[in-house]
């Protein structure tokens, strides 16, 4: 399973880290990506990085302010997040891309295993 936490009430133009360990599944020979849902809105890609962290693809909203990483000795993935904007207010789940170690995808779809959410809101 993957669990995701860091999640909280912040201001506009702080950073926040999120994180998502992964226990009871192979975690490091696959991509993961980071996702997120408003509320009354269809799930979004906000960033994906390789299984040996040498690739990152980004959405355009984060591009800059978010940075994704991970730490496969730890079996966790991380969300670096900066500037953070009352749009970036979401649910964030961590999710594994079930086709490994192929190309960076956006789509939800690519993802089998997802973590259970962590809430971020961001007061102006």
């Known amino acids: 399973q993957l669990q995701a936490y860091g999640g909280g009430l912040v201001q506009a133009g702080v950073s926040l880290r999120l994180s998502c360990a992964a226990s009871g599944l192979t975690f490091s020979m696959y991509n993961m990506g980071w996702f997120r849902q408003a509320a009354g809105k269809e799930r979004e890609f906000v960033a994906a990085i390789s299984w040996s962290g040498v690739s990152t693809y980004y959405a355009d909203s984060v591009k800059g302010r978010f940075t994704i990483s991970r730490d496969n000795a730890k079996n966790t993935v991380y969300l670096q997040m900066s500037s953070l904007k009352p749009e970036d207010t979401a649910v964030y789940y961590c999710?594994?891309?079930?086709?490994?170690?192929?190309?960076?995808?956006?789509?939800?779809?690519?993802?089998?295993?997802w973590g259970q959410g962590t809430l971020v809101t961001v007061s102006s």
């Open positions: 999710a594994r891309d079930r086709a490994g170690r192929s190309s960076l995808d956006r789509a939800p779809l690519r993802y089998d295993y």
